[in-house]
């Protein structure tokens, strides 16, 4: 088998994946991840600003030297959101390549979806045993797959992300927040969501309900909040079923606190206090709109999904398992 990296350039993290990829398996070595916010101001200004880009470089070039450290022989580097969105997206790539060499993809929306709907059937096989909903929430956006199978049906992607959502309505920032606050964001997503698309998302007659999952920092936080988890292990969220119901009480527990007291929450990091709350109105309105009572978390998304992507650009198709 053969080392292979992956790194994700999020609009609010870097990420890193080293996996061992032959004989029709991927097997995760190592994985890291920075908050690195590259969409800080973006909402504002429509463009990357200096500080966000450093830290991003800074990351990627970390995460790079790494890769080399252990020995990988290829690496996959994406960019999604922030990067798409950007006035100044194509001079951050110039800077990426002059300071790591690296060429990153920046990824459409769609082909967003479809590496985070390979990442979910690689690691949750179950989930190609019939319809799916896939959902991916982001820092600056929203992606939603519906598949049948390992075939992808039909995908939309939404401008809405948690970090965008937060920097929209800067009370976010302190607390605690009231009820007309809370239905403020709720009906900035539903005012997104109208005409939207999702309507494209609908089975066909007589197809059983979808199995939902979500993917994202958004969700597996969440799920780490739902455990109630004192430390983060990616195997202990990964599959569980999340209630919209209990959903909801966390976000009205959350919205009751201010900032510090977010960051005792156990299970939520501190650098994910701010645009926690964002995220979950996105969640909770996106399942309410699709009359959905529950999803299940996986840490399997678009980083697993750029090297599922890679092994069938090597022949094993998109269903390796």
Not at 281 to 299: C, M, N
């Amino acid at each position: 088998m053969t080392l292979y990296g992956a790194i994700d350039i999020g609009s609010n993290s870097t990420r890193l994946l080293i996996a061992k990829l032959g004989e029709g398996r991927i097997v995760p070595v190592e994985t890291d991840l920075c908050n690195s916010r590259l969409a800080e101001g973006l909402e504002d200004t429509g463009a990357l600003g200096k500080d966000a880009q450093a830290r991003t470089l800074a990351a990627v070039a970390e995460f790079w030297e790494r890769c080399r450290e252990v020995g990988v022989e290829g690496i996959r580097v994406g960019a999604t959101s922030a990067v798409r969105g950007a006035a100044n997206g194509k001079e951050f790539l110039q800077s990426l390549k002059k300071a790591t060499g690296l060429e990153a993809e920046v990824f459409s929306g769609e082909m967003e979806a479809r590496l985070s709907f390979y990442g979910v059937t690689w690691a949750l096989p179950m989930v190609a045993a019939g319809p799916s909903l896939i959902i991916d929430i982001g820092g600056g956006s929203t992606e939603l797959l519906r598949g049948v199978g390992r075939e992808v049906r039909a995908s939309v992607s939404l401008p809405l992300g948690a970090v965008r959502l937060m920097e929209s309505h800067p009370f976010l920032r302190n607390g605690p927040l009231g009820p007309t606050q809370l239905e403020q964001m709720e009906e900035r997503v539903r005012a997104v969501l109208a005409g939207s698309g999702l309507e494209d998302l609908g089975g066909g007659k007589g197809e059983a309900p979808p199995l939902a999952v979500g993917v994202g920092g958004t969700v597996t936080t969440l799920t780490a909040i739902y455990l109630r988890l004192e430390r983060y292990g990616a195997n202990l969220v990964h599959g569980v079923v999340l209630p919209r119901r209990h959903l909801r009480r966390i976000l009205l527990r959350l919205a009751a606190m201010d900032p510090a007291q977010r960051k005792e929450v156990r299970g939520l990091p501190a650098d994910r206090a701010d645009t926690i709350i964002a995220g979950t109105i996105i969640l909770l309105t996106l399942l309410a709109k699709l009359d959905l009572p529950e999803l299940i978390s996986s840490e399997g998304d678009i980083l697993l999904g750029m090297l599922v992507d890679l092994g069938a650009k090597m022949g094993w198709g998109p269903g390796i398992s």
